[in-house]
Each structure stands twice: as C-alpha cells, then as structure tokens.
C-alpha cells in the first residue's frame, strides 16, 4: 500500500492568514494526488484534483502544487469557513489512500 | 447534479453482517466507480472498495474476506456488505462516485454519511 503523511495534524491561523499544508507520498505518485476539504459533520468534499487542478466553484485562495512523492495545499487569506479538516489522497493505484488529515482552526 | 444517499441500519450485533445501500439520483450507475468509504469516529478516512459500472470489483485487501460490493442498476443503487463485524468496524460509513480522469481517481461525489455501531 501506499502510505501518505501529512503535516501538520494541526494548525491554527488568523483569518486573512496564509497556510500551507503538506502531503508526502511512500512512492512516487506522480501527480495523483488529490485534496479534500471535510467540514464538521459533513462528508469530504473535492477541492484539488491531480495535484494541482482547482475544481470549479473552488475559490482561487486554495491551490495545490507539487509532483512525485511531495504535495502542498496553500490556503491563501484563510476565512473563517475555512474551519475543517483538510485531506490528501492518492489516486495512483489501489487500495485508494487517505492522508490522516490535517485539522485547521481558525484563531 | 449527481446526489447519493446511504440507507442502513445503525446498530449492527458483534459478528453479524452490516449491509448498507447507496441510492444514486441525477446521473446513471452505468458509468464511472462507485465505492465506499468509513470513518471511525474522530478518526481519519478508509477507502473499503468499489465496483466499476460493469460488474468488476475492487477491495482494500485488509477488508476483502469480509467485503462485497454489488450493483443494481435498475433500481440505481449500490450496496456495501461487511460480515463478521467488530466493534473496529463502528464507523460513518460514506458512499462515493470516483472518476479516473488521465488515471487521476479522485472521489467527485460523496453521500452524507451514514454511523453504523457495533454493540451488542
């Protein structure tokens, strides 16, 4: 299986603050590597795809960048919506793995 | 608009069977992947397995001896069952359409949730 590490588990940031967030793969995964945004109560929901890729309807305050075994999220002039826990997952072979997550507060 | 919703029991006994089902409305089963996927409370995310639209599937290994997936396309629903369960099994339980877009297999669309327990 593929392990997937990210850091930090948590992070705590001001509103207009920029935060990254970082997801490492055990292998090279090229750039299948995909972001989720998972508020609280609710299901995950799609904010990255193929590592860089913004999906529509996503602000533009969120990119992702990176390639092989190293990925970032940025969080650019974070909100107060922006409370959630963040997720990377590799979609390069199976079993589908999960980073264990990221929670962001927002001070 | 593509929706899914879980349906499932909430209170499952040690070793019985847990069986959920995952209704699709706004878009046809007969394409792309569907799968499920669990949560521990307070925990991280688990992908379980999927079915592709044309009957082939797929299982994380450390749950295949317990795991089916299976369709129905008439009535756009897919379900998930998970035998011999444990209280390590007592999660949200989420269904997904994933698409491997270039190979990317991302998860596009996810239904609400559903907790499943296992306690007797």
């Known amino acids: 299986d593929i392990q997937m590490t990210q850091s930090p588990s948590s992070l705590s940031a001001s509103v207009g603050d920029r935060v990254t967030i970082t997801c490492r793969a055990s292998q090279s995964i090229g750039k299948n590597l995909h972001w989720y945004e998972q508020k609280p109560g609710k299901a995950p929901n799609l904010l990255i795809f193929a590592a860089s890729s913004l999906l529509s309807g996503v602000p533009s305050r969120f990119s992702g960048s990176g390639s092989g075994t190293d990925f970032a999220l940025t969080i650019s002039g974070l909100q107060p919506g922006d409370l959630a826990t963040y997720y990377c997952q590799q979609g390069y072979s199976a079993p589908y793995t999960f980073g264990q997550g990221t929670r962001l507060e927002i001070k | 608009q593509v929706q899914l919703q879980e349906s499932g029991p909430g209170l499952v006994k040690p070793s019985e069977t847990l069986s959920i089902d995952c209704t699709v409305s706004g878009g046809s089963i007969n394409s792309d992947y569907w799968n499920w996927v669990r949560q521990p409370p307070g925990k991280g995310l688990e992908w379980i397995g999927n079915m592709l639209y044309t009957g082939s599937t797929d299982y994380n290994p450390s749950l295949k001896s317990r795991v089916t997936i299976s369709v129905d396309t008439s009535k756009t629903q897919f379900s998930l069952k998970l035998t011999s369960v444990t209280a390590a099994d007592t999660a949200i339980y989420y269904c997904?359409?994933?698409?491997?877009?270039?190979?990317?297999?991302?998860?596009?669309?996810w239904g609400q949730g559903t907790l499943v327990t296992v306690s007797s």
């Open positions: 997904a359409r994933a698409r491997s877009s270039g190979g990317h297999y991302h998860f596009d669309y």
